[in-house]
């Protein structure tokens, strides 16, 4: 195998939790599963610059984004990643189109509104551009945030559970968008989810969480057919 | 001649405005400060900039003397070197309309702005846009009612600043006789007519301004 796309050693201690956790993946989709508090949003933030972790090395490709014995963190600014909330966090007094043309991009106008452009019609959100956040769907904010994110060409995509809040129907078609969108935009992406089925579905290695620790890695089938604790158990049940 | 209430009201509106203007260039990024940063002092300094709200304002007229007076710790240098003072003109009441309606600002600009979601923040800066970009796309924007119910409430204390107005800018008629001045005197010596003429102004304006306060804060339609 050759080695690791990404790379996330993260150590941070709150009161009453800490995260202590290394691993890597490929480019590749990898699901971050386990329930709410396990660190998984944390871990994202930390990805992402937003929060500090207290040692910790974050190297993805041949850059390192943060390495706490050199003393590199880089502002959450200086790193190209592309990050989808769990509540979108599309700003509410801007079209459609301002939101997803927001982001500080290494093109000129133009290419960004071209791209921009592309990522509407490809996202299926023709005819919106003017329309605010709170005026479309819930498929469509979704759709705003993965294609404002994207409009950038991020390194790395990170999804913190960005279909939790659609219901069923809805989120078995975002899953399916997804691994659509893989193919046209390849890049690697992490997601955060607690839904086994959600990770099973969209990847072949599920990062599993437990109290701030990496309790399993591996391919679902396998964790689901051996799991190695109480906890993953009730996850995969 | 023009009628003295006229200038009164001139003056008034003239004072108002500019200690507004300053109000919104001080009391915006101060309210920032406040909302966004952590820092040494801060209670300190929120506690400073809210005094004048709660002090009689002649105890903030009296602060004021002695900062700007001609012997006062900023004044007085200032009168050694220019030869002029502050004290009893017109510019010394827009002095005093700032300090206190900076305060109503600061306020309502503040909580305004602490009420702006920190994901949008963060989505912001994962955006790769730096602070000062957020503030000016994200925060103000978002913010934009309170700030507009921070400036009319401003400005209506400005036009209504009565107590540290008169202790530094005094009550010379036709020149720093603002309109709450000027009905303090009329009334005092009993001049009824222009007094009755000068409050019922003074409502009115100040009526305008809560109205209008009130229609920017409700919620409308469109937006957040």
């Known amino acids: ?237 | 001649m023009e009628p003295s209430f006229l200038f009164s009201l001139r003056l008034s509106l003239q004072v108002a405005l500019i200690a507004t203007l300053l109000v919104l260039l001080f009391g915006l990024p101060l309210a920032y400060l406040l909302a966004r940063r952590d820092f040494r002092g801060k209670e300190v300094l929120d506690v400073l900039l809210t005094l004048p709200l709660v002090l009689p304002p002649t105890v903030t007229g009296y602060y004021l003397i002695l900062l700007f007076g001609r012997r006062g710790l900023i004044g007085g240098p200032l009168y050694a070197w220019t030869g002029w003072s502050i004290m009893f003109t017109w510019q010394a009441a827009v002095l005093a309309s700032f300090v206190v309606a900076l305060p109503l600002m600061i306020k309502t600009a503040r909580s305004a702005m602490e009420s702006v979601d920190a994901t949008l923040i963060h989505a912001s800066f994962t955006l790769g846009r730096k602070e000062w970009e957020t503030a000016l796309r994200v925060i103000l924007p978002l913010s934009s009612r309170g700030i507009l119910a921070g400036t009319v409430l401003s400005f209506a204390r400005a036009m209504g600043e009565f107590g540290a107005t008169l202790m530094v800018a005094g009550n010379l008629p036709g020149r720093t006789d603002t309109l709450p001045i000027a009905i303090y005197s009329s009334s005092a010596s009993g001049e009824w007519t222009s007094a009755h003429l000068m409050v019922a102004l003074m409502t009115l304006v100040c009526g305008l301004l809560l109205y209008i306060a009130n229609r920017s804060t409700a919620k409308k339609g469109k937006g957040p």
Not at chain 1, 73 to 82: T, V
Not at chain 1, 90 to 116: S, W
Not at chain 1, 192 to 203: G, N, P, Q, R
Not at chain 1, 220 to 230: D, F, G, Q, T, Y
Request: proline content about 6%.
């Open chain 1, 1 to 237: 195998m050759s080695s690791p796309v990404l790379e996330v050693r993260l150590r941070k201690k709150l009161p009453g939790f800490t995260l202590d956790v290394a691993w890597d993946m490929a480019d590749d989709l990898v699901c971050l599963l386990g329930f709410s508090g396990s660190g998984k949003s944390m871990t994202l933030q930390m990805l992402a610059g937003l929060i500090r972790p207290d040692t910790g090395h974050i190297r993805l490709r041949d850059k390192v984004y943060c390495d706490t014995e050199r003393g590199i963190h880089l502002p959450p600014q200086k790193r190209p990643f592309g990050y989808v909330f769990q509540d979108l966090a599309l700003f509410p007094h801007m079209t459609v189109a301002r939101n997803i043309l927001y982001g500080k991009a290494a093109m000129t106008q133009r290419e960004k509104e071209d791209r921009c452009r592309e990522l509407m019609d490809r996202f299926g959100l023709q005819g919106l551009a003017s329309r605010y956040p709170h005026e479309i769907s819930g498929g469509q904010k979704q759709r705003v945030a993965l294609a404002r994110a994207l409009l950038r060409k991020p390194d790395l995509l990170l999804l913190d559970e960005p279909f939790s809040a659609l219901d069923r129907p809805l989120r078995l078609s975002m899953r399916r968008f997804l691994l659509e969108i893989r193919e046209s935009f390849p890049l690697p992406i992490l997601m955060v989810t607690h839904d086994m089925d959600e990770a099973a579905e969209l990847s072949s290695r599920i990062i599993v969480y437990e109290g701030g620790r990496i309790s399993q890695t591996g391919h679902p089938e396998a964790i689901r057919k051996k799991p190695a604790s109480l906890t993953v158990a009730r996850l995969v049940a």
